[in-house]
Antibody, heavy 122, light 107 residues
Framework: EVQLLESGGGLVQPGGSLRLSCAASGFTFNNYAISWVRQAPGKGLEWVSG????????YYADSVKGRFTISRDNSKSTLYLQMSSLRAEDTAVYYCAKGNKQTLRLGVFDIWGQGTRVTVSS | DIQMTQSPSSLSASVGDRVTITCRAS??????LNWYQQKGGKAPNLLIYGASSLESGVPSRFSGGGSGTDFTLTISSLQPEDCAVYYC?????????FGGGTKVEIK
């Protein structure tokens, strides 16, 4: 069964850091781009960051550029999101979403994880 | 960035009704338009990709259409289990962008 399982969420103070993980199973991990998509409480979906299957190309939303870093370890079939300088507006459920291609552009998010909640508050 | 505008933001319809949601892109995106369903705060689920292709396992009452800047998601006969929020999404350009969502309720 194709599956994504996020972890690492929690409560963090403004200005703090957190690292999210997304463990994949059931497919050839390095064949597909993967993204992080977040959803603030009561709000819609916001794409945050994406990475190509090889890891050679990374992309960020302007709202997180310079503060978040996406990476992947294809030997461990795991995606990461290192988040720093966190702000209250980063509070959200963070989903990892598998693309259906090596590249992010022109792809589709065909599998989603269950999400991990990040709360930024003092 | 490509802006995606959905309408309506919410709707209420009766079981068996035909329901149509529209999505407009701020520039042409060909048919690189996907639709997702999100129920009860769970993870989104892919319904339609490439504007009109039905994802495996999705009921045939769901259909998508359009190209360029204007797209539709139609539920031919609304069922109680279709109560959800529906999002369109473009992958033509990065950043990937989503519409604001349409909440569908049963009257």
């Amino acid at each position: 069964e194709v599956q994504l399982l996020e972890s690492g969420g929690g409560l963090v103070q403004p200005g703090g850091s957190l690292r999210l993980s997304c463990a994949a199973s059931g497919f050839t991990f390095n064949n597909y781009a993967i993204s992080w998509v977040r959803q603030a409480p009561g709000k819609g979906l916001e794409w945050v960051s994406g990475i190509s299957g090889s890891g050679g190309s990374t992309y960020y939303a302007d709202s997180v550029k310079g503060r978040f870093t996406i990476s992947r370890d294809n030997s461990k079939s795991t995606l990461y999101l290192q988040m720093s300088s966190l702000r209250a507006e980063d509070t959200a459920v963070y989903y990892c979403a598998k693309g259906n291609k090596q590249t992010l552009r022109l792809g589709v998010f065909d599998i989603w994880g269950q999400g991990t909640r990040v709360t930024v508050s003092s | 960035d490509i802006q995606m505008t959905q309408s309506p933001s919410s709707l209420s319809a009766s079981v068996g009704d035909r329901v149509t949601i529209t999505c407009r892109a701020s520039q042409s995106i060909g048919t690189y338009l996907n639709w997702y369903q999100q129920k009860g705060g769970k993870a989104p689920n892919l319904l339609i990709y490439g504007a009109s292709s039905l994802e495996s396992g999705v009921p045939s009452r769901f259909s998508g259409g359009g190209s360029g800047t204007d797209f539709t998601l139609t539920i031919s006969s609304l069922q109680p289990e279709d109560c959800a929020v529906y999002y369109c999404q473009q992958s033509y350009n990065i950043p990937v962008t989503f519409g604001g969502g349409t909440k569908v309720e049963i009257k």
